[in-house]
């Protein structure tokens, strides 16, 4: 099995200790240490093969971790490489800050080890899922690239990811609108159809949980039939995405924009982060079971 690579970058050795140890449990994974952002950088542009995941102090020397983060965004080899600030400044502006910096994670200091675990292993399997995909789809893209209009329906997870790769893969962004294509088609199958709760999904990724649940529920009659449908259309000046699923909705107002009551969960920034960088425009529709995602053509 291919080893996990993970870069821990904190300037105090005791942090990066506490960190080793919390994580030693999980056998695929290697881990890598730097004492400040410049060392960080060093390791991330010599890393071979390439880091899976990064974590991040904010605070330190040299290089603090907003300025870090701020220069693996901008950078085309680490922009999709997710990254776990954890750090004692914890005020709300400063949590907001890392979020839209495009932190996946905003972790306090002192954490418990299975929150850590928790939200290192949610990362990690949504990079891989996003891999995975990718590399399936490829063959599929030219030949859909002279589509106008076209509608698929998915079911699982697995089916909802490939779907987004090869959609995303049309537009002017595909890295930017995989992501938030991603999010909304994974809404639309967990949320959606199987009708798994947002505090249910917490509860689950805090167990590790999570993944089993949702092939549990896939398998109930009550569920067993449910489809959900994405529908992709080019237009003269936008592309739009149609996501339905056959659930009952939720309240999806409190999820358009990062809620401080919420920032410390491991779940429930997708919808957010997608408003805010993937699409010109997201709008719910009725219950919230249909989604159009929108994304501008440049004249």
């Given at each position: ?279 010109c425009n997201i709008e719910y529709q009725g219950s ?12």
């Amino acid at each position: 099995m291919t080893q996990t690579r993970i870069l821990a970058v904190d300037d105090e050795p005791l942090n990066l200790a506490i960190i080793e140890e919390y994580l030693c449990e999980e056998q695929n994974y290697t881990l890598d240490t730097a004492q400040d952002g410049e060392c960080a950088w060093t390791a991330l542009e010599s890393a071979r093969p390439a880091y899976d995941l990064v974590i991040l102090d904010r605070m330190m020397p040299v290089l603090d971790g907003m300025a870090l983060l701020n220069r693996m965004k901008a950078d085309a080899r680490f922009a999709d490489v997710p990254v776990i600030m954890q750090t004692a400044a914890a005020a709300p502006e400063q949590v907001r800050e890392g979020l839209a910096a495009g932190a996946y994670y905003y972790l306090t200091k002192p954490y418990e080890p299975e929150t850590l675990c928790a939200v290192v292993r949610a990362a990690i399997g949504d990079r891989h899922a996003l891999r995975s995909a990718r590399s399936r789809a490829e063959c599929l893209e030219k030949a859909f690239q002279q589509l106008s209009v076209v509608e698929f329906r998915f079911r699982t997870l697995e089916e909802a990811s490939e779907l987004a790769q090869l959609l995303a893969d049309f537009c002017p962004n595909p890295q930017g609108v995989l992501f938030g294509l991603t999010e909304l088609m994974i809404n639309a199958v967990e949320h959606g159809n199987l009708g798994i709760t947002y505090r249910e999904k917490t509860l689950l990724l805090m167990e590790n949980d999570w993944q089993a649940e949702v092939n549990r529920r896939l398998e109930l009659p009550q569920f067993r039939n449910r489809v959900a449908r994405v529908r992709f259309e080019r237009l003269a000046d936008r592309m739009c995405f149609t996501i339905a699923d056959e659930g009952n909705g939720f309240d999806w107002q409190r999820y358009l924009d990062f809620d401080p009551s919420r920032i410390f969960d491991p779940n429930g920034r997708g919808i957010a982060m997608a408003h805010r960088s993937s699409f010109c425009n997201i709008e719910y529709q009725g219950s919230g079971s249909t989604v159009v995602a929108c994304v501008t053509l440049s004249a």
